[in-house]
């Protein structure tokens, strides 16, 4: 990520464009050079060879009656390159015959010994392309030599030609992309502003006319986003409002119970009172307990499991709550044959077991029966419990687990959170709960059920 | 002064039935909202205090319906929902106030009074008619500035005669605003009190509708 000020999607694209362009555009003309430059010197050395041939073929007939002693004949100049272009004949060893603009010395150190065909030389500071050949004898040599920068300048001339017009292009293309991609980033710049505009607080969809194919996945993961922090948010209020609501109502017991105590004049009334204040206190200590284990659950999505023997742990927890079913003359049962072992946390399965076995006995009857059963089979464990109390509506099973729900008429004391924290933990354990109606005992039947750990099976 | 009391709630419920039974209301409990309408429907209540999250029908719901029936008992929504849309909604729909549990017992019973008292077009919180002044809050009664000694019955019967002034009440009224259910009430109690009023207070106070019922005047030119 760059710390600096943005850049602009627009000068980017203008930038990369251009650059494109001149870089293809350079490209071209070094190709467009060597290619010139290539054909240029066949094309040329071609004709230094066919005025060779013509020289040799003009020697063969006059050499003699012309052997003039190296004396220039100025060739006329018939055309604006002509003279770059110069030639010598050379008859024994004497330079018989040399344009006028033929240099005196021979263009092809002849001592090297003599060579046929074409050379590049340097003679007093000018570049010269030279054909050697012989004449029609053999002691004559005719070269016909061109400056070199003749030939560049041809070259020159056909480069210029084709760059000008590019170069003066240049400009103008700059304009036609930059305005070209500000047309192609207006949707962009739309949705920009469209954002900009908005109220930080605001969560309705973004809107935008006429966005591209590319972008439609980004409003589409920001709608998303939108949408999902709503309902977060929405989630959120209610949950504290109805946390609100569930604080509020131990207290609320608490405090008329203490105030009646405190009007109360006749001793045993007062002691009543006294004694509802101690259950709004106890209500009000487990309603906040519950509410630590679930805001502590949704806090650390991912405690650390390890083996645990889930007979052994739910035996310690029907233990624990046995004397609330003795106090309420329930029967609560233990059944499990061998030991279950799952990848689990302990404290959280404690929590799962205590809450569902507590819920039993809460929502029973006295005299009712509460069975919880550790079973496995096919490699899978559950744990089930079952009562045999009044059992629950359809409407109602399907509520359970949202928070602070309770079943309606009930007249129980709960704190709405029990589910909560059931579904919770089953779900950091990838545990399935199910809940029917017990084929035994008649009420409520919650199984929980998940794949066995290692010395299972 | 006999007042419904709707809250699912068992250790609240409890807790203020008690505590309006000890500051001299006479209260009926219900646990749900489907009672609720039914026993605002059936008895003249001098108030109600709802819960508004009630099983069966919701305390909302119970208050939409009694108001459609015409009832103009003054209802005191108790609720430890605050959001304050929910509070503009309970007073819109016809709630008299709204107070946000926990509340305080004294604070319950003041804003009861007050509104018993406002229901019946009195601005203050001392009832007089002629020499007599009540006093609910308080649970007294002076005559010509004089304290007179009342059975709890008495004065609630009292209240009720002062409260409906120039109206007549049969007996079965006087009972159904004095006696919460499951009260036995002999056929001449309320003969009886009005028996003891008239010694205490003056025979010219309360008058006689043979077989009506009594009035208490507001005016003695008789």
């Given at each position: 990520?760059?710390?600096?000020?943005?850049?602009?999607?627009?000068?980017?694209?203008?930038?990369?464009?251009?650059?494109?362009?001149?870089?293809?555009?350079?490209?071209?003309?070094?190709?467009?050079?060597?290619?010139?430059?290539?054909?240029?010197?066949?094309?040329?050395?071609?004709?230094?060879?066919?005025?060779?041939?013509?020289?040799?073929?003009?020697?063969?007939?006059?050499?003699?009656?012309?052997?003039?002693?190296?004396?220039?004949?100025?060739?006329?100049?018939?055309?604006?390159?002509?003279?770059?272009?110069?030639?010598?004949?050379?008859?024994?060893?004497?330079?018989?015959?040399?344009?006028?603009?033929?240099?005196?010395?021979?263009?092809?150190?002849?001592?090297?010994?003599?060579?046929?065909?074409?050379?590049?030389?340097?003679?007093?500071?000018?570049?010269?392309?030279?054909?050697?050949?012989?004449?029609?004898?053999?002691?004559?040599?005719?070269?016909?030599?061109?400056?070199?920068?003749?030939?560049?300048?041809?070259?020159?001339?056909?480069?210029?030609?084709?760059?000008?017009?590019?170069?003066?292009?240049?400009?103008?293309?700059?304009?036609?992309?930059?305005?070209?991609?500000?047309?192609?980033?207006?949707?962009?710049?739309?949705?920009?502003?469209?954002?900009?505009?908005?109220?930080?607080?605001?969560?309705?969809?973004?809107?935008?006319?006429?966005?591209?194919?590319?972008?439609?996945?980004?409003?589409?993961?920001?709608?998303?986003?939108?949408?999902?922090?709503?309902?977060?948010?929405?989630?959120?209020?209610?949950?504290?409002?109805?946390?609100?609501?569930?604080?509020?109502?131990?207290?609320?017991?608490?405090?008329?119970?203490?105030?009646?105590?405190?009007?109360?004049?006749?001793?045993?009334?007062?002691?009543?009172?006294?004694?509802?204040?101690?259950?709004?206190?106890?209500?009000?200590?487990?309603?906040?307990?519950?509410?630590?284990?679930?805001?502590?659950?949704?806090?650390?999505?991912?405690?650390?499991?390890?083996?645990?023997?889930?007979?052994?742990?739910?035996?310690?927890?029907?233990?624990?709550?046995?004397?609330?079913?003795?106090?309420?003359?329930?029967?609560?049962?233990?059944?499990?044959?061998?030991?279950?072992?799952?990848?689990?946390?302990?404290?959280?399965l404690v929590a799962l077991a205590r809450n569902l076995v507590d819920n039993a006995l809460r929502y029973s009857p006295?005299?009712?029966?509460?069975?919880?059963?550790?079973?496995?089979?096919?490699?899978?464990?559950?744990?089930?419990?079952?009562?045999?109390?009044?059992?629950?509506?359809?409407?109602?099973?399907?509520?359970?687990?949202?928070?602070?729900?309770?079943?309606?008429?009930?007249?129980?004391?709960?704190?709405?959170?029990?589910?909560?924290?059931?579904?919770?933990?089953?779900?950091?354990?990838?545990?399935?709960?199910?809940?029917?109606?017990?084929?035994?005992?008649?009420?409520?039947?919650?199984?929980?059920?998940?794949?066995?750990?290692?010395?299972?099976? | 002064?006999?007042?419904?009391?709707?809250?699912?709630?068992?250790?609240?419920?409890?807790?203020?039935?008690?505590?309006?039974?000890?500051?001299?209301?006479?209260?009926?409990?219900?646990?749900?909202?489907?009672?609720?309408?039914?026993?605002?429907?059936?008895?003249?209540?001098?108030?109600?205090?709802?819960?508004?999250?009630?099983?069966?029908?919701?305390?909302?719901?119970?208050?939409?319906?009694?108001?459609?029936?015409?009832?103009?008992?003054?209802?005191?929504?108790?609720?430890?929902?605050?959001?304050?849309?929910?509070?503009?909604?309970?007073?819109?729909?016809?709630?008299?106030?709204?107070?946000?549990?926990?509340?305080?017992?004294?604070?319950?019973?003041?804003?009861?009074?007050?509104?018993?008292?406002?229901?019946?077009?009195?601005?203050?919180?001392?009832?007089?008619?002629?020499?007599?002044?009540?006093?609910?809050?308080?649970?007294?009664?002076?005559?010509?500035?004089?304290?007179?000694?009342?059975?709890?019955?008495?004065?609630?019967?009292?209240?009720?005669?002062?409260?409906?002034?120039?109206?007549?009440?049969?007996?079965?009224?006087?009972?159904?605003?004095?006696?919460?259910?499951?009260?036995?009430?002999?056929?001449?109690?309320?003969?009886?009190?009005?028996?003891?009023?008239?010694?205490?207070?003056?025979?010219?106070?309360?008058?006689?509708?043979?077989?009506?019922?009594?009035?208490?005047?507001?005016?003695?030119?008789?």
């Amino acid at each position: 990520m760059n710390n600096g000020p943005p850049t602009s999607l627009q000068g980017r694209l203008v930038t990369l464009v251009l650059a494109v362009v001149v870089t293809v555009w350079l490209a071209t003309a070094a190709m467009t050079w060597f290619d010139a430059r290539h054909e240029l010197d066949e094309l040329l050395d071609s004709h230094l060879a066919q005025a060779a041939a013509l020289l040799v073929v003009q020697q063969t007939h006059e050499m003699h009656e012309i052997d003039r002693d190296g004396e220039g004949i100025d060739a006329p100049s018939l055309h604006r390159y002509a003279p770059k272009v110069a030639f010598q004949v050379f008859h024994e060893g004497r330079l018989a015959l040399r344009s006028a603009n033929a240099p005196a010395v021979a263009l092809v150190e002849r001592d090297k010994g003599f060579k046929t065909g074409f050379a590049t030389v340097q003679i007093a500071g000018l570049t010269w392309r030279v054909f050697a050949t012989h004449g029609g004898e053999r002691d004559v040599q005719v070269y016909v030599g061109e400056q070199a920068s003749s030939r560049a300048s041809i070259l020159w001339a056909v480069l210029h030609s084709t760059l000008w017009p590019m170069a003066l292009a240049l400009p103008l293309l700059a304009l036609a992309v930059w305005w070209a991609v500000y047309q192609g980033v207006k949707p962009m710049r739309r949705l920009g502003r469209a954002l900009a505009e908005r109220p930080a607080q605001a969560l309705h969809p973004v809107r935008v006319e006429g966005i591209t194919s590319e972008m439609v996945p980004m409003v589409n993961a920001l709608n998303g986003l939108f949408e999902r922090i709503g309902t977060l948010l929405e989630s959120e209020r209610r949950f504290t409002a109805d946390a609100a609501h569930e604080l509020r109502t131990p207290i609320a017991a608490i405090r008329v119970q203490a105030q009646v105590a405190l009007g109360e004049t006749d001793d045993a009334l007062r002691r009543d009172a006294l004694r509802r204040t101690l259950d709004g206190c106890d209500r009000a200590t487990r309603l906040v307990e519950q509410l630590l284990t679930l805001s502590r659950l949704e806090a650390n999505a991912t405690p650390t499991l390890a083996e645990v023997d889930l007979r052994t742990l739910v035996q310690q927890v029907v233990a624990e709550l046995a004397p609330r079913a003795i106090g309420k003359n329930q029967s609560l049962e233990f059944e499990a044959t061998e030991p279950c072992s799952l990848p689990g946390n302990e404290a959280l399965l404690v929590a799962l077991a205590r809450n569902l076995v507590d819920n039993a006995l809460r929502y029973s009857p006295p005299f009712a029966r509460v069975r919880v059963s550790v079973l496995q089979h096919a490699g899978r464990v559950e744990l089930l419990v079952e009562d045999s109390g009044p059992g629950l509506a359809e409407t109602d099973s399907r509520r359970l687990g949202e928070r602070f729900f309770r079943v309606p008429g009930s007249g129980e004391s709960g704190s709405g959170l029990g589910w909560s924290i059931v579904r919770r933990i089953a779900a950091v354990h990838q545990l399935e709960i199910e809940v029917n109606r017990s084929a035994a005992l008649g009420g409520l039947a919650v199984h929980v059920s998940g794949q066995g750990g290692r010395q299972t099976g | 002064m006999r007042i419904l009391l709707a809250e699912d709630d068992p250790l609240i419920g409890e807790g203020l039935r008690a505590g309006l039974r000890q500051l001299g209301f006479h209260v009926d409990w219900v646990r749900d909202g489907e009672a609720a309408e039914r026993e605002l429907r059936a008895h003249p209540y001098a108030a109600a205090v709802l819960d508004l999250g009630l099983p069966l029908k919701d305390g909302m719901d119970v208050l939409i319906e009694v108001r459609r029936a015409g009832s103009a008992v003054p209802v005191l929504v108790l609720t430890a929902r605050d959001a304050v849309p929910d509070r503009i909604r309970g007073l819109n729909i016809g709630a008299d106030d709204y107070v946000i549990k926990p509340v305080d017992l004294h604070e319950l019973a003041a804003r009861l009074r007050a509104l018993i008292r406002r229901a019946h077009g009195q601005p203050q919180e001392r009832l007089r008619i002629r020499d007599v002044v009540l006093d609910p809050a308080a649970r007294t009664v002076q005559l010509e500035g004089e304290s007179v000694a009342l059975s709890a019955r008495e004065f609630d019967l009292l209240h009720v005669l002062m409260l409906h002034a120039d109206q007549v009440l049969s007996r079965e009224q006087l009972e159904q605003h004095l006696y919460s259910w499951g009260r036995e009430v002999e056929s001449n109690a309320i003969e009886v009190h009005i028996h003891n009023l008239r010694r205490k207070l003056g025979a010219a106070l309360i008058h006689t509708v043979r077989g009506v019922g009594y009035i208490l005047p507001r005016d003695s030119k008789k």
